[in-house]
């Protein structure tokens, strides 16, 4: 499904990335300014083949990340990963945007290969989610190994009531559009700069393909 892009933001753009989200197609989202300052292509990860992998490698060029909420990863008992690491770079972490980082562990499904290929981490991706939609009948351990090739990200309990990172933000918007809690997200960085990418060329990219583009704020005021 295409959708018109509204860059103006507020109701209209909320409205038009809950509908291309329920329809499978990745929105951009920036979260802020004075936080990470970047814009994240984010899918639900239920929609994700290899194809949707290629363009996060080739388009985004960030980290490919599935986030998970707190009760999923609850459930398959998933710590932070600064929690399991026994070494001093796991201490006093300063981070200029936030209290914590949501990184848990790396995961390949079982049935993938490298586990890094296209193929793979689509796989990996879409298992994540249809275990994400019934976390109460899934052994996550039978079905993914670690460390794999596909990182993890633990939400906050109460997503964009605790914390307004690009991991609540893609979750709040999943159920805004009644999908599984689970969700892609990935940087989209500049070629030229080697920095993130700015709002105004993310929302360049957004008019170019036909994707929706959002502030964080207006996901914020809208679903949080």
Avoid: W
Avoid at 201 to 207: E, F, G
């Amino acid at each position: 499904m295409s959708t018109s892009n509204d860059t103006t933001g507020g109701a209209t753009s909320i409205d038009q990335a809950i509908a291309a989200f329920r329809e499978g197609e990745p929105v951009l989202v920036h979260d802020a300014a004075d936080r990470e300052g970047e814009t994240d292509m984010v899918y639900p990860a239920g929609a994700v083949d290899s194809d949707a992998v290629a363009r996060m490698r080739n388009d985004a060029g960030g980290l490919i990340c599935v986030a998970l909420s707190d009760g999923v990863a609850e459930a398959f008992d998933l710590p932070f990963s600064q929690d399991l690491i026994d070494h001093p770079t796991a201490a006093d972490h300063e981070l200029g945007y936030d209290e914590r980082s949501s990184f848990s562990l790396t995961v390949n499904h079982r049935d993938t290969y490298t586990g890094i290929t296209d193929e793979d981490r689509a796989l990996t991706i879409t298992e994540l989610a249809e275990a994400a939609a019934d976390p109460g009948r899934f052994d996550f351990a039978e079905n993914f190994r670690s460390p794999g090739h596909v990182h993890l990200l633990r939400a906050a309990p109460e997503l964009l009531d605790d914390r307004k990172g690009h991991t609540e933000l893609g979750l709040a918007l999943a159920e805004a559009a009644d999908l599984p809690p689970a969700v892609v997200v990935c940087e989209m960085l500049d070629d030229e700069t080697g920095r993130a990418l700015s709002p105004a060329d993310a929302r360049a990219y957004a008019t170019g393909h036909d994707l929706v583009y959002v502030e964080g704020r207006d996901l914020i005021e809208r679903l949080g």
